[in-house]
């Protein structure tokens, strides 16, 4: 269903585009003014990266539920949790103020239920490849 996919496509691009929307105002308003949360940009895009490297190795495996994929989970959680850590612990040091770090954490929360919710919508078949879009 090419309709489906496309309008999922779109929604999520929609999503992903408020969260960095939230983020570029916790850096850009006038009152903040400091670029430092841009930081957490890096964790938005290391954090599908064991997932991806797990379901490479486990790829053969029917097993519900193995090592690899556990510390994928793992290591994906650290990263999320690194990310919503990182600007409350620059608010704490006064480098932000606390205004701007509710926003990157909005935006955070935004960016990352768009990141599931694109495995949910595009990974939950076993035929999964990058070109069926």
């Known amino acids: 269903d090419g ?3 496309l309008q999922a496509l779109v929604a999520l691009s929609f999503s992903g585009a408020i969260g960095l929307t939230f983020l570029m105002l916790g850096c850009a308003l006038e009152d903040y003014g400091v670029y430092w949360p841009l930081f957490v940009l890096i964790f938005h895009a290391i954090s599908p990266i064991p ?3 797990a379901k ?3 790829y053969d495996s029917d ?3 193995s090592a690899c994929r556990e510390l994928a989970y793992f ?5 999320v949790v ?3 850590g990182f600007p409350v612990i620059l608010a704490r040091v006064a480098v932000i103020k606390w ?4 926003l990157v954490l909005a935006g955070n929360a935004v960016i990352f239920l768009t990141i599931q919710g694109f495995f949910l919508i595009f990974g939950r078949g076993d035929d999964f490849s990058w070109e069926q879009w």
């Open 99 to 102: 205004g701007a770090c509710g």
């Open 63 to 65: 097993a519900t539920s």
């Open 82 to 84: 690194s990310a919503f």
């Open 75 to 79: 290591f994906t959680t650290g990263i």
């Open 56 to 58: 490479r190795v486990t």
């Open 3 to 5: 309709k489906g996919f």
């Open 51 to 53: 997932h991806f490297i």
